[in-house]
């Protein structure tokens, strides 16, 4: 993973700025540990769309972050396949929804990515 953007990330799930959320990229009541990767990157100018209650990002992606979210972290390898932080979002999306802390996550992504 780009260094960058991973400390960005790890940066943006310690700072205390994002309402931790549940099953969902962004809810209401606040984001996933994915959907804050994804608020990262629509600082390059993309919105968030909401249709019918449902956030989604860059399409229909109401759960996963699409694709072009990982090129951009750097979680791709040379074949566009993920590396190993990437292969491992279904787990952080678990974790986000089993109720582990940001802080938790970030220390995940901190040794995995």
């Not at 799930?13 to 994804?38: A, M, T």
Request: contains cysteine; aromatic residues 10%; hydrophobic residues 35%.
């Amino acid at each position: 993973m780009n260094p960058r953007i991973k400390q960005l990330w790890i940066n943006a799930l310690r700072s205390g700025s994002y309402q931790q959320g549940r099953g969902r990229l962004r809810g209401e009541d606040g984001f996933c540990c994915l959907g804050v990767l994804c608020d990262l990157h629509s600082r390059s100018g993309l919105e968030w769309k909401q249709r019918d209650g449902n956030w989604s990002y860059l399409g229909d992606h109401v759960h996963y972050p699409p694709r072009k979210i990982w090129e951009w972290a750097g979680a791709l390898d040379c074949k566009g396949m993920p590396t190993r932080g990437a292969a491992d979002e279904v787990e952080l999306a678990k974790m986000n929804d089993r109720g582990a802390s940001f802080n938790d996550i970030a220390d995940f992504v901190e040794q995995r990515f």
